[in-house]
């Protein structure tokens, strides 16, 4: 695209800013508030990013408005946080935004206190083991910023907002602040940019986040120029001018109008004006995606940056902090207590009496490339399942591994193979075929989505796209209890579902060992409600969680993509290996334990196959798996793993890794 070529004159942008804000106002809810999604319940953070939106025109919406703050406000508990609606409540990061808004719109300064004294009193948890956090990941995990969910680690995105909203709100000079400014800049790349938190992960460097990045920049807004900040705008104004992305250009056009005085920055603002008009019109045409109050509001925000830039001022004189602490939070009655004993017990007695069959069946296809007939051959491998999982008239929902997006990188899976899944399905007369993921690393599915080129492929075929980490959430019993967690918070479109296909690409993977059909299930809970990059559930250990949410939602049947598959140090940085296998089954455990047979690596050393076989989800001894179509003999090859794992190779070789 060429954005020289485009521009709005000043009438253009105003039209479409009331375009943008009269949509906004259609989609409130009734009762007040907005939903991430049209006819979804509404959120905290939807809800302050409308407000923001349409506060630069509040005569005109002076209604919406006034039932959208006492909402809001309605939604702050007793100890002044802001939480997920309808979620968990240990998921607190929506604070610091619904604090902004509440500054923004001078709400009763109770209400406020309320909220700042949360945040003051709030950080991140502190770790057992710094220097092993400085060594792999080259960040100093002793300063304290703020976290996605209570009583877990420092992120950066929770932690701008809860600077800028604080800044806000007068406290701009508090230590907590203080710290968590110093916290952005440490996590923060000296070529420019940010992510969620890690600069690198044990010898890789990490990649900045578009959205991530504007926002901790904004967060900076008024402070003392950094060489990381004027790298960060650089960084920024790079993406803007080869990126297509509608919400990472509003991003970046919101950041970078408080450091407009740069003249880099001052240059390249007409230009990044036409790319967002650009950007605005493509996404219109393209109706792939319906509406997104988040992506619309913060367009808005956008297209009137200058007052934007007044919304997030900092006020001149500073404010004397709150000295009382917040109250402390109710702790669990006793009869919630005994209820949730009493429910372990049944879950354990649940757990004994799960009957695994004395055999499985798993079929291997072998797939030259992506180019062939990819339909007949899953019908031929589906053909063995069919009885077992029906799919005429049932609601069906692929789950692809769709984690980030790299032009020269294998990370996800392939889109030709995703489109070959849906034509299967609905040639078997599936009622309803729907494709959803919830990356753990980027919040913009949409772009994810697009770049990849699954875009076109959902276009082609009338299929819907699902954003799982913004869905509704659900609180479904913790069939397995190894994380401790009584509940596990799934996305509504999976709860759902008549039939859920996990459909991963076949990869090594530096935390789990392998990532296959059972850690691909990560994406079905939301990040609203455990972070990113998931990062709780990693905390409560990657093993303990892949089982905890494969027991209590378990897929009808896995489609793994093995035709290009991943070694070495995934899932993001492996090489390339042209494997040339689908494997299918309904037995996760024995679907992935013949991948990790393909791999030569040996599945009962991996350490949540392991885990999952002793809890009786599935077979993982390789005499009870019937192996269909093709043998393993005939193609598996050795696949590399990082030295960490060297454990999984039949001879506990070191694997050899070149840069690791």
């Known amino acids: ?222 402070l003392p120029d950094h060489p990381r900040l004027a790298a960060t705008r650089r960084y920024l104004l790079n993406v803007s001018q080869r990126d297509a992305d509608l919400e990472h250009l509003a991003w970046i056009r919101l950041a970078l109008q408080p450091w407009r005085h740069d003249p880099v920055v001052a240059d390249h603002l007409p230009t990044l004006e036409g790319h967002l008009a650009e950007c605005y019109e493509e996404r219109s045409r393209r109706r792939l995606f319906g509406p997104s109050v988040v992506r619309e509001a913060l367009t808005a925000l956008a297209l009137h940056a200058e007052n934007a830039e007044r919304l997030f001022a900092v006020p001149a004189s500073p404010v004397q902090p709150p000295a009382d602490p917040p109250p402390h939070r109710a702790g669990r009655s006793w009869t919630d207590r005994l209820i949730s004993g009493l429910r372990g017990l049944g879950i354990k007695a649940l757990a004994q009496l799960r009957a695994l069959p004395a055999q499985t069946a798993v079929h291997i296809a072998s797939v030259a490339d992506y180019d062939g007939d990819l339909v007949a051959i899953l019908e031929r491998q589906f053909a063995c399942f069919r009885d077992q999982v029906p799919l005429a008239g049932k609601r069906v929902v692929l789950k692809p591994n769709l984690v980030e997006y790299h032009q020269d990188r294998v990370i996800n899976t392939d889109p030709r193979l995703i489109g070959a899944v849906i034509e299967m399905c609905q040639r078997e007369k599936a009622a309803e075929v729907i494709v959803a993921e919830g990356p753990g690393h980027w919040r913009n599915t949409e772009y994810l989505v697009e770049a990849s080129g699954l ?67 990560f994406g079905i809970v939301p990040g609203i409600c455990y972070g990113w990059p998931k990062n709780e559930l990693h905390w409560r250990g990657i093993e303990n969680s892949i089982v905890d949410i494969a027991l209590t939602r378990t897929p009808e049947l896995a489609i793994v993509d093995g035709i290009l598959a991943m070694e070495g140090d995934g899932p993001l940085n492996g090489t390339p290996v042209p494997l040339g296998v689908i494997v299918m089954g309904t037995d996760l455990v024995a679907v992935d334990a013949t991948c990790c047979r393909l791999m030569e690596l040996i599945p009962e050393r991996v350490g949540h196959l392991a885990l999952a076989y002793r809890q009786r989800l599935g077979i993982l001894p390789e005499e009870r798996i019937v192996q269909l179509g093709e043998a393993i003999r005939d193609l598996s090859r050795p696949f590399e793993t990082l030295p960490r794992f060297s454990h999984l190779h039949a001879d506990g070789r070191q694997a050899a890794m070149g840069n690791v």
Not at 18 to 39: E, F, I, N, R, S
Not at 82 to 105: K, S
Not at 477 to 494: C, S
């Open 1 to 222: 695209m060429n954005s020289a070529r485009i521009s709005w004159h000043e009438s253009d942008r105003m039209a479409r800013l009331a375009d943008l804000l009269d949509h906004l106002v259609a989609l409130a809810d009734p009762a007040g508030g907005w939903g991430y999604y049209p006819k979804t319940p509404p959120q905290v953070e939807p809800t302050c990013l409308a407000l923001l939106a349409l506060a630069g025109d509040r005569q005109r919406h002076e209604e919406i408005l006034r039932k959208a703050v006492t909402t809001l406000c309605h939604w702050q508990d007793a100890d002044g946080a802001f939480r997920i609606r309808g979620g968990r409540e240990e998921a607190v990061w929506p604070t610091a935004l619904a604090l902004l808004v509440l500054e923004c719109f001078e709400v009763d300064v109770a209400v406020r206190s309320k909220a700042v004294q949360w945040l003051l009193h709030t950080s991140g948890r502190k770790l057992e083991d710094p220097e092993a956090y400085r060594r792999d990941f080259d960040i100093d995990p002793e300063i304290l910023g703020w976290p996605w969910t209570e009583g877990t680690f420092s992120w950066t995105e929770p932690t701008a907002w809860a600077c800028l909203a604080l800044r806000r709100a007068g406290f701009g000079e508090h230590p907590r602040v203080q710290e968590g400014l110093r916290l952005l800049l440490d996590r923060t790349f000296d070529t420019g940019g940010i992510n969620a938190g890690n600069r690198r992960v044990f010898d890789r460097p990490t990649e900045p986040v578009p959205s991530v990045s504007a926002l901790m920049l904004l967060a900076f807004a008024g």
């Open 455 to 521: 875009g076109d492929i959902l276009r082609k075929h009338g299929v819907s796209f699902v954003d799982l980490n913004h869905d509704e959430p659900v609180a479904v019993p913790n069939l397995g209890r190894l994380t401790g967690l009584e509940f596990l918070h799934l996305a509504r479109t999976v709860v759902d579902a008549d039939v859920l296909i996990s459909l991963p690409k076949l990869k090594t993977h530096h935390w789990a060992g392998v990532t296959l059909s059972l850690k691909n299930l």
